[in-house]
């Protein structure tokens, strides 16, 4: 997901919603409404109370009736249903399908299992972050991904590129768009048991990261059991004619427990847990290793490269990175993205990407960049914002522990 300080910009908005029309708003803070790609829930937002703002090109509800701050915590409580279908899905097909896409991203493609996913980076020749995505191997001549809303025309045409190169040298890989379907996020502790209501399948059987084909409220779905708030959950790619359908499907089986939540509550979810967003906290000019993602390059791909800036990422591995992502705790306002972080001296070491209030801490948290050396845990910082500096100190991530559905 993309974008800047969604949860501040809900507030913001929010307290001009109430003081002027909706429209001039709407206009003030990115483009005017004919512009927007609607999702075929688009009205059944509006009717549930949704607050639409433009996001990457598409109207979305960046709250409902709830404060952001009750969404939040509603969400880690009970349950959520986000609308993501601005983000973009797509299949990779042919029996050259994995080691194209080895050549563009960092993960060990041909190592998953069928049915198995990941969190992959799609990396240029520097090294950096085109985009971050989940990536599922269907079977050996099939991959799901999807790739995030603001960063689609550049991803696609990534693609596009390699894959005319590859195929003009006999390559056999193919793709499909898949603009004909909605993607729905079902998130919190009720997301497994409300839509086992929905599904003959056993759901206790998918584990986090798995990928399964199946009939849900009588659509054909892809379900994958992941998420971008570190609750259990499932996002579930659908036949857009039935989207509506499962989204009312969904909120009536959990009997009002799982509500409608938008990208204001999304930002703040992630947030807690440590995940990064697009286009603040990693950018093409960020390494897998400088985002804390190291983790998500293979074995196999660490002694072997293949993918592009294998030699930056890889000599970074061996003599570590210059710059690190960190998590932090702080007083007084939140921090901002690009407030300046100081050391205990006063001399500049990074700059924050992303922060705000925690509904469920209660308290301040950040994530950014500061120099190697000083991102160890406990190293106390201050942070400058608006020409005052307030202490802070770096802390591990996530901030809220994660709950995701693994085998015991």
Same mark, same amino acid.
């Given at each position: 997901?993309?974008?800047?300080?969604?949860?501040?910009?809900?507030?913001?908005?929010?307290?001009?919603?109430?003081?002027?029309?909706?429209?001039?708003?709407?206009?003030?803070?990115?483009?005017?409404?004919?512009?927007?790609?609607?999702?075929?829930?688009?009205?059944?937002?509006?009717?549930?109370?949704?607050?639409?703002?433009?996001?990457?090109?598409?109207?979305?509800?960046?709250?409902?009736?709830?404060?952001?701050?009750?969404?939040?915590?509603?969400?880690?409580?009970?349950?959520?249903?986000?609308?993501?279908?601005?983000?973009?899905?797509?299949?990779?097909?042919?029996?050259?399908?994995?080691?194209?896409?080895?050549?563009?991203?960092?993960?060990?493609?041909?190592?998953?299992?069928?049915?198995?996913?990941?969190?992959?980076?799609?990396?240029?020749?520097?090294?950096?972050?085109?985009?971050?995505?989940?990536?599922?191997?269907?079977?050996?001549?099939?991959?799901?991904?999807?790739?995030?809303?603001?960063?689609?025309?550049?991803?696609?045409?990534?693609?596009?590129?390699?894959?005319?190169?590859?195929?003009?040298?006999?390559?056999?890989?193919?793709?499909?768009?898949?603009?004909?379907?909605?993607?729905?996020?079902?998130?919190?502790?009720?997301?497994?048991?409300?839509?086992?209501?929905?599904?003959?399948?056993?759901?206790?059987?998918?584990?986090?990261?798995?990928?399964?084909?199946?009939?849900?409220?009588?659509?054909?779905?892809?379900?994958?059991?992941?998420?971008?708030?570190?609750?259990?959950?499932?996002?579930?790619?659908?036949?857009? #004619?039935?989207? =509506?359908?499962?989204?009312? @499907?969904? +909120?009536?089986?959990?009997? %009002? &427990?799982? *509500?409608?939540?938008?990208? !204001?509550?999304?930002?703040?979810?992630?947030?807690?847990?440590?995940?990064?967003?697009?286009?603040?906290?990693? #950018?093409?000019? =960020?390494?897998?290793?400088? @985002?804390? +993602?190291?983790?998500?390059? %293979? &074995?196999? *791909?660490?002694?072997?490269? !293949?993918?592009?800036?294998?030699?930056?990422?890889?000599?970074?591995?061996?003599?570590?990175?210059?710059?690190?992502?960190?998590?932090?705790?702080?007083?007084?306002?939140?921090?901002?993205?690009?407030?300046?972080?100081?050391?205990?001296?006063?001399?500049?070491?990074?700059?924050?990407?992303?922060?705000?209030?925690?509904?469920?801490?209660?308290?301040?948290?950040?994530?950014?960049?500061?120099?190697?050396?000083?991102?160890?845990?406990?190293?106390?910082?201050?942070?400058?914002?608006?020409?005052?500096?307030?202490?802070?100190?770096?802390?591990?991530?996530?901030?809220?522990?994660?709950?995701?559905?693994?085998?015991?």
């Amino acid at each position: 997901m993309r974008g800047a300080g969604l949860w501040q910009l809900g507030q913001s908005i929010t307290r001009r919603l109430a003081q002027s029309d909706k429209k001039t708003v709407a206009r003030r803070y990115f483009a005017s409404e004919a512009e927007l790609k609607k999702t075929v829930l688009h009205d059944f937002h509006v009717a549930h109370g949704g607050k639409m703002v433009p996001f990457a090109g598409w109207s979305m509800p960046i709250q409902y009736k709830d404060s952001i701050m009750d969404s939040t915590l509603n969400c880690r409580q009970n349950g959520s249903l986000f609308d993501v279908s601005h983000m973009c899905g797509l299949s990779l097909k042919g029996k050259d399908c994995v080691p194209f896409l080895e050549k563009l991203v960092i993960a060990d493609v041909a190592g998953l299992a069928p049915g198995a996913g990941t969190l992959t980076v799609f990396t240029n020749e520097k090294g950096g972050a085109i985009d971050d995505s989940v990536i599922t191997k269907v079977k050996d001549d099939h991959i799901y991904l999807v790739v995030n809303a603001g960063c689609r025309d550049k991803d696609l045409a990534h693609i596009e590129e390699h894959m005319k190169a590859f195929k003009a040298k006999g390559g056999d890989v193919s793709w499909h768009i898949h603009d004909e379907r909605s993607l729905l996020a079902l998130q919190g502790p009720l997301a497994a048991p409300t839509l086992q209501h929905l599904t003959k399948q056993d759901l206790s059987k998918i584990y986090f990261g798995e990928f399964h084909i199946l009939d849900i409220n009588g659509a054909h779905c892809f379900l994958t059991r992941t998420g971008y708030t570190g609750e259990d959950g499932f996002e579930i790619s659908v036949p857009s #004619e039935n989207a =509506v359908d499962l989204a009312k @499907a969904i +909120l009536e089986k959990s009997e %009002g &427990k799982v *509500r409608l939540t938008g990208l !204001g509550a999304r930002d703040s979810l992630r947030l807690e847990a440590g995940l990064c967003l697009y286009g603040n906290d990693m #950018e093409q000019h =960020v390494t897998p290793v400088e @985002a804390g +993602l190291t983790w998500a390059i %293979g &074995k196999r *791909r660490r002694a072997e490269g !293949g993918f592009l800036g294998a030699e930056v990422i890889l000599k970074q591995l061996e003599s570590g990175p210059p710059v690190r992502r960190v998590g932090f705790f702080s007083s007084g306002p939140p921090p901002r993205s690009h407030s300046e972080i100081q050391d205990d001296k006063g001399k500049s070491i990074g700059e924050v990407t992303s922060g705000g209030f925690s509904p469920c801490l209660k308290k301040n948290i950040a994530m950014g960049y500061v120099k190697s050396g000083s991102h160890k845990a406990g190293t106390k910082v201050k942070f400058v914002i608006r020409g005052k500096a307030y202490d802070g100190v770096v802390t591990k991530m996530p901030f809220v522990p994660t709950k995701y559905y693994k085998p015991a």
